[in-house]
C-alpha cells in the first residue's frame, strides 16, 4: 500500500513537473494538472501515427547558428569555460553517484522513442563497465509504441520521449504487468520564439494561452496581448506551427495546455527547421521550439517565470529549475517484476538516475532531470525491496 | 555513504589509468640514463648489456624488425624481452622462448660462430616481412615453426620528446606519445601509442610502432606527447606535430610545456600539487573541436560542464563524435530522414559518398538492427577497421 502510494508520487512528478510553473503568482496558474485532461488517448494516437515527428522535436537546426546566451558562433575563439560553466559543474556535482548493486546478469530490452536512442546506448554502454554480464538491446520505434511493446514484454524498460500520466499506467496494469512505474530521467526545454524584429520583451503563462490556444477570440490575437506597443500593437499574431500530429503538438496541447484546443498554423510544417525557416520570413510570426533550436532571423522571448520577471533562458535556469517550460523524457519499468532480466533493467533505471546517466543525458543533447526528481526517483527504487 | 562513493572514485581512477597510462616499462628501461640533446638518439644510446633491440638498425635502411632482445646461446637465442607492440608480440613470442633457426637457418652461436640473428631474419624475409622462425615455446619445451609478419623499418616513427624546462619529474612520471588521425579523429591507429618512463629526463626518445594497415593514404596523421604523474596529466604538447604522407618519419621532435594549473616541484620532493579533476584547457578545446566539427557549434554551457565532471573525460573524447552522429540534432541537421543520414554519416566515417547499393545496404541493416542509430554507428566504425 505504502509502494504504490510512492509510485504514484513519483509519476505524478513526472506529470507535474512540466507544468511546475503555474504558481497562482502569474499567469501559468491556469493550467489545467494534466491528469484531468480527456485527451490522453489522442495523444497516443498523435504520437503512434508520427512517431518520427516527436522526435524531431527535441533538435536543434544545424546551422551555422550561434547558440544560446554564452556560446559563441561555431569557429570563433577557443572555448574557455567561464563562472558560469563552474556554477553547472557544481549543480551536476550534486547528482548522486552511481553505487553498483549486486551481481547483475540476463539481457534489458529497452523499446521506444527514437530521440531517446542514443541516451539509452550512452548508459548501456557505461552499464555494461559495471555489470559485463548484462547486455542492452534497444529496439526505437518511437514513443507510440512503448506501451504495447510493455504489455507484450513485461521485464522490458520502455522509453518515452513525453511525461506518462497515472492513468496510463493504471491502463497498462495487467495479470502480467503488476507495478508499472514512471521515471523522469532527462528534458528538454521548449522556448517561445519570434521574429528577430519583434519587440516583444517577454511573455507569460496566461499570455502564452490566450495566444496559442482557443481560449481567446481569434479578433482579440494582436500584438497588444503581449504588450507591445507602437505599430506592430494592433497588427494579428500568426500563428507558426508544425503539424498538430506532432509530437510537440501533441505535448503542448496536453502537458501544458491542459488539453485546450489549440489554434493551428496557416501551413503545417515539417520539422522544427521548417518552422524556424518560416518564422524567421514572417514579422508577425510566433512558435514553440525546442530551446536549443535557435536559428537566424529569429529570437527566443523570455518566460515570465514565478516570481514576474523574466526568466533567463541559459542553462543554469534550465538545469535549477527556474525555467517554466520544459518537456520530461520518461522510462516506463514494472518494478513487479522479479527475474533476472527485470532486476538487471531496474538497475540500468537506477544509473540513468545517477550521476554517470545524467552526463550521458547530456552528450544526447538533453538537460538532465531537476535534482528533487532524481532523488524522488531513486528513492522508489531503494524502497523496492529486492534491491 | 562516504565509503560507497569513495569506492566508486576508485574504480573510475582505475579505469582512468587503464586509459591513459597503458604503461609500458619494457621499452623504457631502453632508455634508462642520461641521454644528450641530440638530433640523432641512436649514436647516443647508452650500452644495454645482454644483447641489441635486433633489427633498429642505426643506419636506417630497409630492414625488417621482430622486436625482441636477444642473448645468444649454443642452443639458439633467448627471447629476454618483447616490445610492446611488436612483431614478436603479435606473433606471442614469450620472454625465456628459444628461436632455434630462422628460414631453415640456425642462429645463434653454431658450431663454435656466431650467427646473427638480425643479419638472418633481414635476410631471409620476402618482400612483404614474413619469415617462419622455429621456436621452443618456454612453456610446454615443444619446437614449433612458426610464421610471423615482421615490423618494417618504415612503419615506425621515431623521435624525441622534448622538455623545456629542468623541472624535476616525479618517479612515477610516464610519457605517452601517441599517433593520431585529425582527418577522422574517431580512428584510431592500432600500435599508434607508446608509454615510456620521463623521470629524469629532459628528452625523451620514442619510436612508435603503429600498425600500418590502420593507415589510410587519404587522412592527415600527428603525433603528441602528454605526460602523467599521479593520474594527472602534468605536461602537454600544444603543437603536435605532423606526420605521415610526406613527412618525415624519423627525428621528429616533440614539445611538451607543462600545464599551467599545476605546479611542479623544482627542487626536492617529488610533489604535485593536487587540484581537482584531470580535464585541463587542452582536452576541453578537443572536446569543442568536435563539437563544431559534427554540430557546427560550440558545446553549450551544460555541456561542457558534463566534460568537466565526467571521471574519465580523455575516454570520452574517443566515443563523442558516434555519441553526436546519433543524437537528434545531427540527424534533423542532414535531412530529418533514414536514408539523409545514413549517406552523411557514411560519408563521414568512410571517407566517401556510399553507392546507391552501398546506402541501401545499410538503409536495410538500420531497420535490421530495429532502428538504433549508435549501432549502425558503430558497425559501420567497425566495418571501415576490418
Known amino acids: 500500500m505504502l509502494r504504490s502510494g510512492g509510485l504514484v508520487v513519483a509519476s505524478w512528478i513526472g506529470v507535474v513537473l512540466a507544468v511546475s510553473w503555474l504558481s497562482p503568482s502569474n499567469g501559468w496558474a491556469q493550467a489545467k494538472p494534466a491528469t484531468q485532461n480527456p485527451t490522453s488517448q489522442n495523444s497516443q494516437k498523435a504520437a503512434t501515427q508520427n512517431p518520427a515527428s516527436g522526435q524531431a522535436s527535441t533538435s536543434a537546426r544545424l546551422t551555422a547558428s550561434s547558440g544560446q546566451a554564452g556560446n559563441p558562433p561555431a569557429g570563433a575563439n577557443p572555448v574557455k569555460p567561464g563562472g558560469a560553466v563552474q556554477d553547472l559543474v557544481a549543480m551536476l556535482g550534486g547528482i548522486d553517484p552511481y553505487r553498483p548493486v549486486g551481481n547483475l546478469s540476463g539481457k534489458v530490452q529497452v523499446f521506444g522513442s527514437t530521440a531517446m536512442d542514443n541516451m539509452v546506448h550512452a548508459w548501456a554502454t557505461e552499464f555494461k563497465l559495471f555489470h559485463p554480464q548484462v547486455t542492452v538491446e534497444v529496439t526505437a520505434a518511437g514513443s507510440g509504441d512503448a506501451f504495447a511493446q510493455l504489455k507484450q514484454n513485461p521485464q522490458a524498460l520502455v522509453m518515452l520521449s513525453r511525461p506518462v500520466k497515472p492513468e496510463e499506467l493504471q491502463q497498462v496494469k495487467s495479470d502480467a504487468i503488476k507495478d508499472p512505474v514512471a521515471f523522469v530521467v532527462a528534458r528538454e526545454a521548449?522556448?517561445?520564439?519570434?521574429?528577430?524584429?519583434?519587440?516583444?520583451?517577454?511573455?507569460?503563462?496566461?499570455?502564452?494561452?490566450?495566444?496559442?490556444?482557443?481560449?481567446?477570440?481569434?479578433?482579440?490575437?494582436?500584438?497588444?496581448?503581449?504588450?507591445?506597443?507602437?505599430?506592430?500593437?494592433?497588427?494579428?499574431?500568426?500563428?507558426?506551427?508544425?503539424?498538430?500530429?506532432?509530437?510537440?503538438?501533441?505535448?503542448?496541447?496536453?502537458?501544458?495546455?491542459?488539453?485546450?484546443?489549440?489554434?493551428?498554423?496557416?501551413?503545417?510544417?515539417?520539422?522544427?527547421?521548417?518552422?524556424?525557416?518560416?518564422?524567421?520570413?514572417?514579422?508577425?510570426?510566433?512558435?514553440?521550439?525546442?530551446?536549443?533550436?535557435?536559428?537566424?532571423?529569429?529570437?527566443?522571448?523570455?518566460?515570465?517565470?514565478?516570481?514576474?520577471?523574466?526568466?533567463?533562458?541559459?542553462?543554469?535556469?534550465?538545469?535549477?529549475?527556474?525555467y517554466p517550460m520544459t518537456r520530461n523524457l520518461t522510462l516506463v519499468v514494472d518494478l513487479g517484476q522479479k527475474t533476472p532480466e527485470a532486476k538487471a533493467a531496474h538497475e540500468l533505471v537506477h544509473f540513468a538516475l545517477c550521476r554517470s546517466g545524467q552526463l550521458a543525458a547530456i552528450r544526447a543533447g538533453f538537460f538532465p532531470a531537476e535534482l528533487p526528481t532524481l532523488r524522488a526517483g531513486l528513492n522508489l527504487l531503494e524502497r523496492d525491496k529486492f534491491r | 555513504m562516504w565509503r560507497s562513493s569513495f569506492r566508486v572514485a576508485a574504480i573510475w581512477s582505475a579505469m582512468c589509468g587503464l586509459v591513459c597510462v597503458s604503461a609500458l616499462p619494457v621499452q623504457a628501461q631502453r632508455f634508462t640514463g642520461p641521454i644528450n640533446n641530440s638530433s640523432d638518439l641512436y649514436n647516443n644510446l647508452p650500452a644495454w648489456q645482454g644483447g641489441n633491440w635486433l633489427g633498429t638498425s642505426l643506419v636506417p635502411t630497409q630492414d625488417w624488425k621482430l622486436g625482441v632482445q636477444t642473448d645468444d646461446l649454443e642452443i639458439g637465442v633467448l627471447v629476454r624481452q618483447v616490445a610492446p607492440g611488436s612483431a614478436a608480440e603479435r606473433a606471442n613470442l614469450e620472454v625465456n622462448d628459444l628461436i632455434v633457426a630462422v628460414g631453415g637457418q640456425q642462429v645463434g652461436i653454431v658450431d663454435g660462430r656466431f650467427v646473427d640473428f638480425s643479419a638472418e631474419i633481414r635476410r631471409r624475409a620476402d618482400q612483404s616481412g614474413n619469415v617462419s622462425l622455429l621456436v621452443q615455446d618456454t612453456r610446454s619445451g615443444r619446437l614449433a615453426s612458426i610464421r610471423v609478419r615482421l615490423d618494417g623499418n618504415q612503419s615506425a616513427l621515431r623521435g624525441t620528446v622534448v622538455r623545456r624546462d629542468r623541472a624535476f619529474l616525479p618517479a612515477d612520471a610516464r610519457v605517452t606519445v601517441s599517433v593520431q588521425n585529425i582527418s577522422r579523429p574517431i580512428y584510431v591507429v592500432r600500435n599508434g601509442e607508446a608509454t615510456y618512463s620521463a623521470s629524469g629526463q629532459n628528452s625523451i626518445p620514442f619510436e612508435i610502432n603503429y600498425d600500418p594497415s590502420y593507415i589510410d593514404p587519404n587522412d592527415a596523421y600527428q603525433v603528441q606527447a602528454q605526460i602523467v604523474s599521479n593520474g594527472r596529466i602534468i605536461y602537454h604538447t600544444l603543437q603536435p606535430v605532423r606526420v605521415l604522407g610526406s613527412s618525415r618519419s624519423d627525428g621528429i621532435q616533440i614539445e611538451v610545456v607543462p600545464i599551467q594549473n599545476t605546479t611542479v616541484a623544482s627542487i626536492g620532493s617529488p610533489v604535485i600539487s593536487a587540484g581537482y579533476g584531470s580535464v585541463n584547457d587542452s582536452l576541453v578545446a578537443q572536446y569543442s573541436q568536435i563539437y563544431r566539427r559534427y554540430l557546427g557549434r560550440n558545446p553549450y554551457d551544460v555541456e561542457l560542464a558534463a566534460f568537466m565532471v565526467s571521471p574519465n573525460a580523455a575516454s570520452e573524447l574517443q566515443t563523442l563524435p558516434l555519441n553526436l552522429?546519433?543524437?537528434?540534432?545531427?540527424?534533423?541537421?542532414?535531412?530529418?530522414?533514414?536514408?539523409?543520414?545514413?549517406?552523411?554519416?557514411?560519408?563521414?566515417?568512410?571517407?566517401?559518398?556510399p553507392s546507391l547499393q552501398e546506402r541501401d545496404q545499410w538503409l536495410k541493416f538500420f531497420n535490421d538492427l530495429r532502428g538504433s542509430r549508435m549501432e549502425v554507428l558503430r558497425q559501420l566504425a567497425n566495418s571501415k577497421r576490418v
Not at chain 1, 536559428?295 to 533562458?313: E, I
Not at chain 2, 537528434?328 to 560519408?347: L, R, S
Open chain 2, 325 to 353: 552522429m546519433a543524437s537528434q540534432q545531427y540527424y534533423d541537421a542532414v535531412g530529418n530522414n533514414n536514408t539523409m543520414w545514413i549517406t552523411a554519416v557514411f560519408q563521414q566515417i568512410i571517407g566517401r559518398a
Open chain 1, 190 to 322: 521548449l522556448g517561445v520564439f519570434v521574429h528577430a524584429s519583434n519587440p516583444a520583451k517577454s511573455i507569460s503563462g496566461e499570455q502564452l494561452r490566450a495566444v496559442f490556444t482557443k481560449q481567446s477570440a481569434d479578433a482579440d490575437l494582436k500584438w497588444q496581448l503581449l504588450d507591445v506597443t507602437g505599430p506592430l500593437a494592433q497588427q494579428p499574431i500568426r500563428i507558426v506551427a508544425r503539424s498538430e500530429t506532432s509530437g510537440t503538438q501533441a505535448f503542448l496541447r496536453d502537458f501544458v495546455f491542459g488539453g485546450m484546443e489549440m489554434r493551428v498554423s496557416e501551413k503545417a510544417h515539417e520539422s522544427n527547421g521548417d518552422v524556424l525557416g518560416a518564422l524567421a520570413n514572417d514579422p508577425l510570426g510566433i512558435t514553440i521550439c525546442g530551446l536549443r533550436a535557435n536559428g537566424l532571423g529569429v529570437r527566443v522571448l523570455p518566460l515570465v517565470g514565478r516570481a514576474g520577471v523574466p526568466v533567463p533562458n541559459d542553462d543554469a535556469a534550465v538545469l535549477s529549475g527556474q
